[in-house]
């Protein structure tokens, strides 16, 4: 059965990090892209960030240099590096196969101070 868990939200001061983690089981993870998805309160959901199968990456403009997405083929999972977080990041950031129907849970990420 194929599914993805994120972990790693939480709440944090405006410029601090985090670090989300998505891990994929039933599914031959290291042929597909992956991407990072958010939605805050009120607003649609956003595309954040995707990496290829060859690691090519693309961010939204919103997020570019401060967002770092990656992948471990080996530990079937992808990560999304958050620095220098601002209160507009605020949302649950959800994990997707890009471009399927499948997606995490999702995890909260609160920017506060």
């Known amino acids: 059965q194929a599914q993805l868990v994120e972990s790693g939200g939480g709440s944090v001061q405006p410029g601090g990090s985090l670090r989300l983690s998505c891990v994929a089981s039933g599914i031959m993870f290291r042929i597909n892209a992956m991407a990072w998805y958010r939605q805050a309160p009120g607003k649609q959901r956003e595309l954040v960030a995707s990496?290829?199968?060859?690691?090519?990456?693309n961010y939204a403009d919103s997020v570019q240099g401060r967002f770092t997405i990656s992948r471990d083929n080996d530990k079937t999972t992808v990560y999304l590096q958050m620095n220098s977080l601002k209160p507009e990041d605020t949302a649950v950031y959800y994990c997707?196969?890009?471009?399927?129907?499948?997606w995490g849970q999702g995890t909260q990420v609160t920017v506060s101070s």
């Open positions: 997707n196969v890009f471009r399927t129907a499948l």
């Open positions: 990496i290829s199968s060859s690691g090519s990456k």
